[in-house]
Structures are given as C-alpha cells and as structure tokens.
C-alpha cells in the first residue's frame, strides 16, 4: 500500500516554542492531506483539511493562528503548532488521499508524539 | 453534525473467545473504514465496505455494512493475543471522515 511518513517521530519543546511537523506521502501524489490529533485513549479527532495549493480547512474549535498548516506541494504537508503549551502535548497523525488506493481511503503517518513542558 | 459511535469502549476475553464491536453513524455514509491501532502505534487500514449490507471477511475478521448503511459491526472469531488493540470504525460522510470512539480489545492468554 501507499507509504506515508512523518517527522519527528517524537519531539519534547519548551512552552512557548514553536514545533513543525512534517508529512510525506512517499510513493504517490496526495491531493488531500488530514491532520489528526489524538489524546492518551482516545480517539482520533479531525483538526483540519488541507488541499494542495489552497488553505486549510480547519475543525470548530481548532484554532488556525495556532495550528498553521501548510500543503506546498503533492507530497508534503506541514503543521505548525505555534507558540506551544503543555496542554498541547498529543499524539499528532496525518494522513494522506490521492490517486493511489480507492477514493477515499486514506493512508495515515505513524504519527508524531508532541511533549511540551 | 455527522457523530459515529462505536461500543463497547473496553472488551476484556479469554483468548479463544469470540469478539464484535459495533458501530452506529447519525447519517448515512458514502463507506465505512475500520482500523486497528496497536498500542503506541498509529491506525492502520484493515477495510473499507462501500455496498449496502456488505459482507466482508478477512481471515478471523467478519466486517458488516448495514443496509441503511448507518451502521457496521467488526467480528472477530477465535481471539489470539496478536488481536490486542483498539478497533476504530470511520464514517466516510459528504466531507469528512469521522472516527468512532474505538473498542479497546484486551485478551488473556
């Protein structure tokens, strides 16, 4: 199946600092990219869509000066968790549709552990 | 807006024991995805049913499609410990996938 991979897998910031995460779909062009966020045994909650070459589409309640996502090209979307706080410390997972695999099957990165002290 | 719950939130068996979670979405949907997620993992793909009243199997696994395509159930028969996990249904809805709340699955050897 279609590959797609994140990074950093993990990473442990300071409050107040900004994180990037990258997500990259290896072996197809992916129109559409989707960034999840998923709190310790819970499930995965929708924080926005993302289009290539447009702006995101984001989630009630998901703040989009704080959360910049950015789809440059086919095979990579950025988030940007802006100015840090521990209650943003999660488990962040894209995901990636295109023309690989059915319509709407997305394939999801392995996700991204964020700490924020 | 399109809600998708998903029950039993926990599901503890003996290993050998039969296994089903259940899913129920508040529209009708395009399709419904079933994942599984291991611990510290991330989702991954297991199937996706399109067709109303759609059966499915893999292996072990029966996957179901109702025929208003508003719910699904994912059944697995004779539970082995690599069966551990949490089990998410996903409603494909006009925008938008929305996930269940996952059935965590725990087995005793």
Same mark, same amino acid.
């Given at each position: 199946?279609?590959?797609?991979?994140?990074? &950093?897998?993990?990473?442990?910031?300071?409050?107040?600092?900004?994180?990037?995460?990258?997500?990259?779909?290896?072996? +197809?062009?992916?129109? !559409?990219?989707?960034?999840?966020?998923? =709190? &310790?045994?819970?499930?995965?909650?929708?924080?926005?869509?993302?289009?290539?070459?447009?702006?995101? !589409?984001?989630?009630?309640?998901?703040?989009?000066?704080? =959360?910049?996502?950015?789809?440059?090209?086919?095979?990579?979307?950025?988030?940007?968790?802006?100015?840090?706080? &521990?209650?943003?410390?999660? +488990?962040?997972?894209?995901?990636?549709?295109?023309?690989?695999?059915? $319509?709407?099957?997305? +394939? +999801?990165? &392995?996700? $991204?552990?964020?700490?924020?002290? | 807006?399109?809600?998708?719950?998903?029950?039993?939130?926990?599901?503890?068996?003996?290993?050998?024991?039969?296994?089903?979670?259940?899913?129920?979405?508040? *529209?009708?949907?395009?399709? #419904?995805?079933?994942?599984?997620? @291991?611990?510290?993992?991330?989702?991954?793909?297991?199937?996706?049913?399109? /067709?109303? %009243?759609?059966?499915?199997?893999? /292996? @072990?696994?029966?996957?179901?499609?109702?025929?208003?395509? /508003?719910?699904?159930?994912?059944? #697995?028969?004779?539970?082995?410990?690599?069966?551990?996990? *949490?089990?998410?249904?996903? %409603?494909?809805?006009?925008?938008?996938?929305?996930?269940?709340? %996952? *059935? @965590?699955? *725990? #087995?005793?050897?």
């Amino acid at each position: 199946g279609a590959v797609v991979s994140q990074h &950093p897998s993990w990473v442990i910031c300071k409050s107040g600092t900004s994180v990037k995460i990258e997500c990259r779909s290896l072996d +197809f062009q992916a129109t !559409t990219m989707f960034w999840y966020r998923q =709190f &310790p045994k819970q499930s995965l909650m929708l924080m926005a869509t993302s289009n290539e070459g447009s702006k995101a !589409t984001y989630e009630q309640g998901v703040e989009k000066d704080k =959360f910049l996502i950015n789809h440059a090209s086919l095979t990579l979307s950025t988030l940007t968790v802006t100015s840090a706080h &521990p209650e943003d410390s999660s +488990f962040y997972i894209c995901s990636a549709r295109g023309l690989a695999g059915g $319509t709407h099957e997305q +394939f +999801f990165g &392995p996700g $991204t552990r964020l700490t924020v002290l | 807006g399109q809600q998708v719950m998903q029950i039993p939130q926990y599901q503890h068996v003996q290993e050998g024991e039969d296994f089903t979670t259940y899913c129920n979405s508040s *529209t009708t949907l395009s399709n #419904i995805q079933w994942y599984k997620q @291991r611990p510290g993992g991330h989702p991954v793909f297991l199937i996706q049913l399109v /067709k109303s %009243g759609e059966v499915k199997k893999q /292996k @072990r696994l029966t996957f179901q499609f109702g025929e208003a395509k /508003k719910n699904s159930s994912l059944h #697995i028969t004779a539970t082995q410990t690599t069966d551990v996990g *949490t089990y998410f249904c996903a %409603g494909q809805g006009a925008q938008k996938l929305v996930f269940g709340q %996952g *059935t @965590r699955l *725990t #087995i005793n050897p």
